[in-house]
């Protein structure tokens, strides 16, 4: 049984910081990309970092030098720290493991999500 199990969500204020984790099992871990995405209330999901197995990471422009991805291969853990939150990082935030070879998916597996509301 594969699962995706995302912790570290709260409430903070404007300009403070805040470290998601994301524990998974149930797979080979090193063999997936990791990512995280978040979903505001009425809009889109959205991409906001990513981690391949190597390291070689991708933010969104959003998010850019305020959050780091990372990821522990030994303890099956991708991490998330946010710092300099906005409101406007307030979301549901889901953590996803991707296999890829080439073209093809050949795992897609999505964690339950933790909230995360950025208010003073």
């Known amino acids: 049984q594969v699962q995706l199990v995302e912790s570290g969500g709260g409430l903070v204020q404007p300009g403070g910081s805040l470290r998601l984790s994301c524990a998974a099992s149930g797979i080979i871990f090193s063999f997936y990309v990791m990512d995280w995405y978040r979903q505001a209330p009425g809009k889109q999901r959205e991409l906001v970092a990513a981690?391949?197995?190597?390291?070689?990471?991708n933010y969104a422009d959003s998010v850019k030098g305020r959050f780091t991805i990372s990821r522990d291969n030994a303890k099956n853990t991708v991490y998330l720290q946010m710092n300099s939150l906005k409101p406007e990082d307030t979301a549901v935030y889901y953590c996803?493991?991707?296999?890829?070879?080439?073209?093809?998916?050949?795992?897609?597996?999505w964690g339950q999500g933790t909230q995360v509301t950025v208010s003073s």
């Open positions: 996803n493991a991707q296999r890829l070879r080439l073209d093809l998916v050949l795992g897609d597996y």
């Open positions: 981690i391949t197995s190597g390291g070689s990471t």
